[in-house]
Structure formats: C-alpha cells, structure tokens
C-alpha cells in the first residue's frame, strides 16, 4: 500500500491539470466554502471520502481563470498515476482556528496484484520448481495443491 499525503496529492493534481487542460496551474488551493456539506460537520473538523465525491475540494487558479475541482476529478487524476489501484482519498478541514480552516488530504493506494491460480497452474509451477530443485517452493506449492483439490 502507498500513502500519499498532502503535498503528495497536490502535485499529482497540478501535473495531471496540466496534462489534460494544455495549461499549467499557477496555483491548487483548498477551498472552505461547504455550505451544502455543513451536516458532515463533527465538532470542528469537516471529513469528505470516496463517499462525497460530487464536493468540491479545490480550486485551480490559471491565468485567466479560477476553475473548481471536486473530490471525484482528484480521485481520477490518482486513478491515472496509479493503474488498476484501489484508492481511498480523505480531506479533513479543521475549523478550530477559525474560518479559514486548515486543510490537509490524504490517499491510500492498494493494488490487488495477488494472482488467482488454478489446480493446473500449480501443478505447472510444481514442475518447474522440481527442475530447479528448489525445495521450499516446491513444498508451499504442494501445500497449495493440496488445499485446492481438497
């Protein structure tokens, strides 16, 4: 699993902006303006996941413009550093200073890269284990065999 953090997130979405709007960023701040969201409050701090996906987390400044980023765009522009990943993307504002709130963003990127294999398939793997003589593969390969035809 990876975790990325603030500065992390920032960056992926500066470059990912970037790329798809042939333009660079001058600046990606946090926005505090939830006044639809105010039900998510939990004393002082407001907390958005996968979950609130249509809120807007972020605002781009270009040159000309100022444009909204929502939690979904930022969940895709992580999507497109990380393949075939599994992220879960929190932002947390705290309030307790006052109106400004401070920000800060966090996602943890998981891959499922464990690989399903058939009784054939094993039985293929405990082949080449036994021509390479190697015992302990050859052993937890069995095991799995086993387990399978069982």
Not at 39 to 60: I, P, R, S
Not at 73 to 90: A, K, N, P, T, W
Not at 110 to 135: C, H, P, R, W, Y
Request: proline residues 1%; hydrophobic residues 45%; contains cysteine.
């Amino acid at each position: 699993m990876i975790r990325l953090e603030t500065q992390d997130i920032v960056n992926i979405a500066k470059k990912q902006i970037a790329a798809i709007f042939k333009m660079q960023p001058l600046e990606l701040r946090f926005v505090n303006d939830f006044q639809g969201e105010k039900y998510l409050l939990t004393g002082d701090k407001l907390h958005l996941n996968n979950q609130h996906y249509w809120a807007k987390v972020m605002e781009c400044v270009f040159e000309n413009q100022v444009r909204p980023v929502l939690l979904c765009e930022v969940l895709y522009f992580l999507r497109s550093e990380f393949m075939e990943s599994d992220i879960s993307v929190e932002f947390c504002y705290d309030f307790a200073g006052g109106v400004q709130g401070e920000a800060t963003a966090r996602a943890d990127i998981s891959f499922n890269d464990t690989a399903e294999l058939g009784a054939v398939e094993i039985a293929e793997l405990i082949d080449l284990a036994l021509t390479m003589q190697d015992k302990q593969w050859f052993e937890e390969l069995t095991q799995k065999y086993k387990q399978l035809i069982a």
